[in-house]
């Protein structure tokens, strides 16, 4: 069992930085690839970007490639996500998630958080 808990969002301005950080629990969480979701109101949650386990390898959704960027400290046991130049089509509750393989579908995760609002005013 993995329990995960996201913090960090908020409301900023359109064009403002802001990380997310998950924390999960447990002493394997080196073994989990991690992936962020978000989902929008009135929209089906949508993949941001996933790493390995390692953090060697990390994957993006088209819309947030070269604005936001995956990291995990397995030390920490935490993930984070760099989020810059946001917009507010970036408005959206964000998940983290693990998963024993990764990838870019939901199915193909095992545990979620409760999410984190972030708010972009324009």
């Known amino acids: 069992q993995v329990q995960l808990v996201e913090s960090g969002g908020r409301l900023v301005q359109a064009g403002d930085s802001l990380r997310l950080s998950c924390a999960a629990s447990?002493?394997?969480?080196?073994?989990?690839?991690m992936g962020w979701f978000r989902q929008a109101p009135g929209k089906e949650r949508e993949f941001v970007a996933a790493?390995?386990?390692?953090?060697?390898?990390?994957y993006y959704a088209d819309s947030v490639k070269g604005r936001f960027t995956i990291s995990r400290d397995n030390a920490k046991n935490t993930v984070y996500l760099q989020m810059n130049s946001l917009k507010p089509e970036d408005t959206a509750v964000y998940y983290c998630?693990?998963?024993?393989?990764?990838?870019?579908?939901?199915?193909?995760?095992?545990?979620w958080g409760q999410g984190t609002q972030v708010t972009v005013s324009s």
């Open positions: 998630a693990a998963a024993r393989v990764g990838g870019s579908t939901e199915r193909e995760y095992d545990y």
């Open positions: 447990g002493r394997t969480f080196s073994s989990y690839a």
């Open positions: 790493i390995s386990r390692s953090g060697g390898s990390t």
